[in-house]
């Protein structure tokens, strides 16, 4: 979202109302139909978890190159593959939404199996409980990484603004409703999981079982995982029961913003 903000479109800081009241109203969601029973919380957790979201926010305003930032300089340079190849703006956008959405599948994947990547993304995983928060819940060093790495995959593929901008927004959306512990009727999830990520097909990912963790790496749609044998099933009933995180359930370090922002320098085993 800081990326489209820093875009200047008025239209950002309208979206950036909506996702506001997005947040509030899966908040409330949460609390009517959980998705499962969330533990009891070790002490700190939620303050963690959104002041990791502060410190991201807060790096992606100080970044002097985003996704959205490189696509302009790429469009204006005449720069990348899609405007070498001199694609129409239609073809344009499509290819732009299919591309983005496999780079970022493929970059998720990537830091799930390079250890000095994970080091970062497991800070991520080792929160204990899922719901709204996790969303926020990541390490700076992935921020700056991640960023980076988007940042010169936008500006070599040469991507359509327009298409970047609308598939940040749905993504960052998106990124809100698979980590909010919500339960969808079963019959709703089973169909919308054939195209977009629900939040059970997500939660799994964040199983502390090392089959599940490494599946369903998809961060709007799930065709990706379909595609490369990587979608693991489940229902509500089998999240019903779900351990989350990487630790002990009881993890207190978890919850410790500084332990958690020290965790790289720890080793890298999976475990």
């Not at 939620?46 to 790429?74: C, D, E, K, Q, R």
Request: charged content about 15%.
């Amino acid at each position: 979202m800081i990326d489209l903000l820093k875009s200047g479109d008025g239209a950002a800081w309208l979206l950036f109302g909506g996702f506001w009241l997005l947040l509030l109203a899966l908040a409330a969601a949460e609390t009517l139909r959980p998705l499962h029973a969330a533990p009891v919380e070790a002490k700190g957790r939620l303050l963690t978890n959104f002041a990791m979201g502060v410190i991201a926010a807060a790096l992606y305003t100080l970044l002097p190159l985003t996704s959205v930032a490189a696509a302009h300089w790429a469009d204006a340079e005449n720069f990348g593959l899609l405007h070498a190849v001199r694609a129409p703006a239609p073809a344009s956008a499509a290819t732009t939404l299919l591309a983005w959405s496999l780079a970022n599948y493929g970059l998720h994947r990537t830091f799930h199996h390079l250890p000095w990547l994970w080091r970062l993304h497991r800070i991520h995983h080792a929160d204990t409980a899922v719901d709204l928060s996790t969303g926020f819940r990541n390490h700076p060093g992935e921020v700056l990484a991640s960023a980076l790495a988007r940042a010169g995959l936008a500006a070599a593929l040469g991507l359509s603004v327009p298409a970047l901008i609308a598939y940040e927004a749905a993504a960052f959306a998106a990124a809100m409703w698979s980590h909010a512990n919500l339960r969808l009727p079963d019959p709703a999830d089973r169909i919308l999981r054939w195209l977009l990520v629900t939040p059970a097909m997500h939660h799994v990912h964040h199983s502390a079982a090392r089959c599940e963790t490494d599946s369903n790496y998809g961060e709007l749609l799930s065709v990706w995982d379909r595609f490369f044998g990587t979608y693991r099933p489940s229902d509500s009933d089998s999240l019903a029961t779900v351990r989350f995180g990487l630790g002990a359930s009881d993890d207190e370090g978890a919850a410790s913003l500084r332990r958690q922002l020290l965790s790289p320098l720890a080793p890298a085993e999976r475990g």
